[in-house]
């Protein structure tokens, strides 16, 4: 049973353009959802993240969006560039020091 | 920020040896640390959570007297893999929070990748 699924599996956008990335949850009681970079042979690295009390978090060009009724939220990378081309990770996990549960990944190639 | 260091960054061993990986909190104390496994192209499943001074949780199928997980400090947690087999061969990685809090977010070492040939 996939608690976090994530997709699309794969995308590629153009240099310049946005990227978008979704994720849905089944349990309720998740009440973190981070998203996390990964490059090949090192460890994911927080990007950005968001708690059920807002809809929206922005923080540079990555932007958060979420919808509680819904149970989905989303990456959006604005002005993506060939840099941002690596593999990104939707997570959540409930409230105290609990485990991130994980989605699939997306891996994201950008072009020029 | 906070960091969490992870030794060795790559390991290759011989069938049937025993690994041993570290996990520090730099700058934290961490009560609690989390290891993950990731397989080439697949997403980071949770192994164990690691608790100091304490007995570690293991997740449903992973082998506890496999994969040994000693947190003897509050800034180390090593896991060990024991009679390794080339289907032990994965990347591993270790988490813990910020500050060991619990509204802190999770950060990750850097991951051993691990080879048994």
């Known amino acids: 049973q996939q608690q976090v699924k994530q997709s699309p599996q794969s995308l590629i956008v153009q240099k310049g353009g946005i990227s978008i990335i979704n994720c849905a949850y089944e349990n309720t009681a998740f009440d973190y959802f981070p998203w996390y970079q990964q490059f090949p042979g090192k460890g994911p690295a927080l990007l950005i993240a968001i708690r059920p009390d807002v809809s929206e978090k922005k923080e540079g060009r990555f932007t958060i969006s979420f919808n509680k009724s819904a149970k989905q939220f989303s990456l959006h990378i604005m002005d993506s560039q060939p840099g941002d081309s690596a593999t990104y990770f939707c997570?959540?996990?409930?409230?105290?020091?609990?485990?991130?549960?994980f989605g699939k990944g997306t891996r994201l190639s950008v072009i020029a | 920020g906070a960091v969490v260091s992870q030794h060795p960054s790559w390991v290759i061993c011989k069938s049937g040896t025993s690994v041993k990986i570290e996990c520090r909190s730099l700058?934290?104390?961490?009560?609690?640390m989390f290891w993950y496994r990731q397989f080439p192209k697949q997403s980071l499943m949770l192994m164990a959570t690691s608790n100091e001074g304490s007995k570690a949780t293991y997740e449903q199928g992973v082998e506890k007297d496999k994969f040994l997980i000693n947190h003897a400090s509050l800034t180390l947690s090593t896991l060990t893999v024991t009679s390794a087999h080339p289907e032990d061969s994965s990347f591993y990685i270790c988490s813990a929070r910020g500050q060991g809090l619990s509204n802190s977010p999770l950060h990750f070492g850097n991951g051993t990748r691990l080879t048994v040939t």
């Open positions: 700058d934290f104390q961490a009560t609690t």
């Open positions: 997570a959540a996990s409930k409230a105290g020091n609990t485990p991130l549960v």
